[in-house]
């Protein structure tokens, strides 16, 4: 499975932002798709999932800001990022699990600062 990413940037406190990620082949074994960020001096967490019947679950420093979508026919995953704060600035991962396996795509770097 392979991931490309696309999406990030800068933007100032309080904006919005959107990241997409988009998956190909072995598309047929992707179970959840989501994000994971990783700021500076951090471990990498989990900021949003959605399983492939469109369940989601959010980080609760998102929760009511992130909006996560996916849409199985582009088989492709979004972010929708508002009301973003500095502690927001990351690089984004998007992921997809197939089985018991995660595959990353490489990083798009979110700041947020004025």
């Known amino acids: 499975v392979q991931l490309q990413a696309s999406g990030g940037g800068l933007v100032q406190p309080g904006g919005s932002l959107g990241l997409s990620c988009a998956a190909s082949?072995?598309?047929?074994?992707?179970?959840?798709m989501g994000w994971y960020r990783q700021a500076p001096g951090k471990q990498r967490e989990l900021v949003a999932a959605?399983?492939?019947?469109?369940?989601?679950n959010y980080a609760d420093s998102v929760k009511g800001r992130f909006t996560i979508s996916r849409d199985n026919a582009r088989n492709t995953v979004y972010l929708i990022m508002d009301s973003l704060r500095p502690e927001d600035t990351a690089v984004y991962y998007c992921?997809?699990?197939?089985?018991?396996?995660?595959?990353w795509g490489r990083g798009t770097l979110v700041t947020v600062s004025s």
């Open positions: 959605v399983s492939i019947v469109g369940s989601t």
């Open positions: 992921y997809a699990a197939v089985g018991l396996r995660n595959f």
């Open positions: 082949g072995g598309i047929f074994r992707i179970n959840a």
